[in-house]
């Protein structure tokens, strides 16, 4: 255990996730419709990097005029809250080993990938690729450095491998599975695929049972989850991350 590693990534976490709210308000809109470039009441946004990053507050209305809470119903503590937990679990159950970095640093990009998916069932190209690029290339690096916990050769072979299977599945039921999923599937696959096959498969599998979990419960709940597509980005997540927990804790 390593308290002040810990307590570190949860600042970091809390910090990262406070200032999500204006992009992920900015990025949540239908297909085919522009990236949000001013706040509710009309008022511009900046350009970037100030622009799009921050607690959704607009200077000139003074309100919460990045729309966040109205948005997606996430405000900044949620998001500060959500970041910092998830940060603070890895750096449990990973320690201080290299890839702890990247999987730091990949955090709140699926935090807002998430969010997005929640608010318009949509994962945007501008983070789904990068991701994956980004978490690739760190693996890379933390499989040079002493201590690492995995496989870079692995992690490849796992996002190329999980990548395919999505595709299949867009293919064979395209209402059900978004390309967009697909997309987010590499970065999922390289970050399992570190920890070797077992955890590709978990994390892989918890993500399906939790959708299935929760398109059940609106059903129950009054059956509008009935012919509804649910967003499945979130939930590839989550199953990513208990299996990353516990390929860090295995490692």
Known sequence: MHPLLIAAAAS???LAGSLLVRPGYRLAVEPEEPWRSACPAGHPLGARP???????????CGGAGAGAVSAYGAPPVRLAAVTAVVCAALAVAVGARPELVVWLLAVPAAVLLATVDFAVQRLPDVLTLPLAVAVAAGLGVAALLPGA?????????????????????FLINPRGMGFGDV???????VVLGW???????????VGFLLAAGYGFSLVIAGGAGRG?????????ALGALVALLLGGLAA
């Open 228 to 236: 509804r597509t649910i967003p499945f980005g979130p939930f590839m």
């Open 195 to 205: 920890y070797g096959w077992s955890t590709v498969f978990f994390g892989t599998l």
């Open 50 to 60: 100030r622009g799009w990053l921050g607690t959704g507050r607009c200077a000139a």
């Open 12 to 14: 970091y976490g809390a």
């Open 149 to 169: 916990g995995g496989s870079w050769r692995g992690a490849l072979f796992g996002g190329a491998v999980l990548t395919g299977v999505y595709f299949v599945l």
């Open 183 to 189: 997309k987010l599937a590499a970065s999922i696959g």
